[in-house]
């Protein structure tokens, strides 16, 4: 089976960071695009981040530029979100997923394995 596990959420106030990981098992974890999705209350789900295998194609959404960043770690199967200067709007579940038909980032409906999420609380 594939799984993916999301750690690193918490509780933090405005300006704080947090640094999210995300262990990956069951995959070609080194050949695939990965993502980082957030869903805040009473909201839609939001694609934040992506990093094509490599770890060179990036993206980030535009409210998060500057502040976050995306990352791999391929001999260890993981991704990361390093989060900076959090403000209280980032406030949301976060989770990994994963785009196991593609090496290379792709548009956001083509994720479709998740993890089961982990909370991010940003108060002001």
């Known amino acids: 089976q594939v799984t993916l596990v999301e750690s690193g959420g918490g509780f933090v106030q405005a300006g704080g960071s947090l640094r999210l990981s995300c262990a990956a098992s069951g995959l070609n974890f080194g050949s695939i695009a990965m993502g980082w999705f957030r869903q805040a209350a009473g909201k839609e789900r939001e694609f934040v981040a992506g990093?094509?295998?490599?770890?060179?194609?990036?993206y980030l959404t535009d409210s998060v530029k500057g502040r976050f960043t995306v990352s791999r770690d391929n001999t260890k199967n993981m991704v990361f979100l390093q989060m900076n200067n959090l403000k209280p709007e980032d406030t949301a579940v976060y989770y990994c997923?994963?785009?196991?038909?593609?090496?290379?980032?792709?548009?956001?409906?083509?994720?479709?394995?998740w993890g089961q999420g982990t909370q991010v609380t940003v108060s002001p």
């Open positions: 990093i094509s295998w490599s770890g060179v194609g990036t």
């Open positions: 997923a994963a785009d196991p038909g593609s090496d290379m980032l792709r548009p956001p409906q083509w994720y479709d394995v």
